[in-house]
């Protein structure tokens, strides 16, 4: 078992992985940039080491101080919470060069699953369904262009390396192909570094639909079941929820039992998700598998009654899965809302600040994962979300109406947030009625 774990973190995540720490008897080194001196997860670790300035490339990005901070408090695994260098290959590799336990997968699998021109091609050999699209990455405009002619509009560009939005167009007509192309890889390249495209047909109206799987180290693979992630912003999350109430029983054995096959066909081990699209004639296609704990798994943890940081942790640590896929039921609807500091009115502006008035409600079902506090100063430097608002209850009806009362009662003070925002979104009676597809908040509020 693990001894003594570094949380290469910060926020609420990095409060959640100590706390699981905590109640495991494994003891917690934080690390903190300068801009993090009073956090909360500065303060809740066994140890804390300061590795460097506020910027996230002078510490939480950067590698060598992490593994040095590592070695010099004899931490022997590091868990690396989401963003940062949670699915950073070359990271996980020195770790493992280091003898130090990467709570998470290989390095092998991120660097496979990280490149999503890859992935895509290794699940259609495993059989996987996956969008028309093409099979080898593409560099040249002219040369992508006949496989977008081929395929048919609309279609999507994607960078094989992409994430979050970055580097991706949909294209609607041959004449507009070229120059989409031209700056969708301008944007791969600046972001990634990288300048390899991949072209798939265009799916309208999705929803994202994604499995949580565990996989033990000795091939053992079960699904957890799924999250609707569909309402968001510009590739940011807004509210995520489990079960899909666009699933039942039939297509969401079809779909665990698919992303269990796509685990399978990579070797994949720890937590990961698998992100499907779904259509709005319930065809599904993989699109990627993220290596990360998720910021959504706390509604997967109130429908299934596991605690998937525990579980990524024994699994690190060398341990069985001790249950199997018939011993996984999902009880119940649970629900997550985030809020973030920042400013609706101002486009989402990010809004940092002293928060001089917090009250944060509890009460039967209600779970609130945050790391702030009254007179915590939120730092300019990273991401804007202050809190993560759950509830659980029998049905969906009731998760909303005991969300719309949670949120009501939330008073934050001195900064601003998207709390009023979600509330609306609670109250929407397209959201109520279940239509929700990833164009949700674009066609109710135009955003
Ligand atoms: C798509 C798609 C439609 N058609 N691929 C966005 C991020 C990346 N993970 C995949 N994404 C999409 N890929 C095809 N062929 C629509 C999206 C998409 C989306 C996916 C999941 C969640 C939110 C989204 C918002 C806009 C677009």
Redesign the pocket.
């Known amino acids: 078992m693990i001894n003594k774990l570094l949380i290469a973190n910060r926020g609420e995540i990095a409060v959640r992985i100590i706390r699981a720490c905590r109640e495991m008897g494994i003891k917690t080194v934080a690390v903190y940039s300068q801009a993090d001196a009073d956090s909360l997860h500065t303060q809740l670790a066994d140890e804390s080491i300061c590795i460097g300035k506020a910027a996230a490339t002078d510490s939480y990005l950067n590698m060598e101080r992490i593994l040095s901070a590592t070695i010099a408090s004899g931490a022997d695994a590091i868990h690396p919470g989401f963003g940062f260098l949670s699915e950073n290959s070359k990271f996980v590799g020195l770790c493992e060069k280091c003898n130090i336990t990467f709570v998470g997968p290989s390095s092998d699998i991120i660097a496979k699953m990280g490149n999503k021109s890859e992935a895509r091609n290794t699940m259609k050999k495993a059989g996987i369904p996956i969008?028309e699209?093409t099979d080898e990455p593409l560099f040249e405009a002219h040369l992508a262009k006949k496989f977008a002619d081929d395929i048919g509009y609309p279609v999507?560009i994607?960078a094989a390396l992409?994430?979050?939005?970055k580097g991706?167009r949909?294209v609607y007509n041959a004449e507009d192909f070229i120059a989409n192309f031209n700056s969708a890889q301008q944007e791969t390249i600046k972001g990634f570094g990288d300048n390899s495209m991949y072209i798939?047909?265009?799916?309208?109206h999705?929803r994202?639909v994604e499995f949580q799987i565990l996989a033990d180290n000795y091939g053992n693979v079960i699904h957890l079941g799924e999250r609707d992630?569909?309402v968001?912003r510009r590739?940011q999350k807004m509210i995520e929820e489990s079960p899909s109430d666009a699933i039942d029983e039939k297509l969401r054995k079809k779909m665990g039992e698919t992303a269990i096959k796509a685990a399978k066909a990579v070797g994949y081990t720890n937590a990961g998700t698998v992100?499907f699209?779904l259509d709005k004639n319930n065809n599904f296609?993989f699109?990627?598998i993220n290596t990360r704990i998720q910021v959504e798994h706390g509604v997967t943890e109130l429908v299934t009654g596991l605690d998937l940081i525990k579980e990524q942790i024994k699994i690190a640590s060398g341990e069985k899965l001790n249950y199997t896929q018939s011993d996984i039921k999902l009880r119940g609807h649970a629900m997550e809302v985030r809020i973030n500091a920042e400013n609706p009115e101002r486009n989402f502006a990010p809004c940092p600040g002293t928060i001089k008035t917090l009250h944060i409600p509890g009460g039967n079902g209600v779970r609130i994962d945050t790391a702030v506090y009254t007179g915590y100063s939120i730092p300019p430097y990273y991401d804007s979300m202050i809190l993560k608002v759950m509830a659980y209850d029998t049905d969906r009806e009731q998760v909303i109406n005991k969300l719309k009362s949670v949120l009501g009662e939330i008073i934050i003070e001195g900064i601003d947030t998207n709390l009023d925002f979600q509330y609306d979104i609670l109250n929407n009676k397209n959201f109520a009625g279940g239509k929700i597809t990833?164009?949700f908040i674009k066609d109710n509020y135009g955003y």
């Open positions: 969008i699209g999507m994607k992409g994430g979050g939005g991706m949909v798939e047909k265009y799916i309208e999705p994202h992630c569909s968001q590739h992100e699209l296609y699109i990627e990833t164009d």
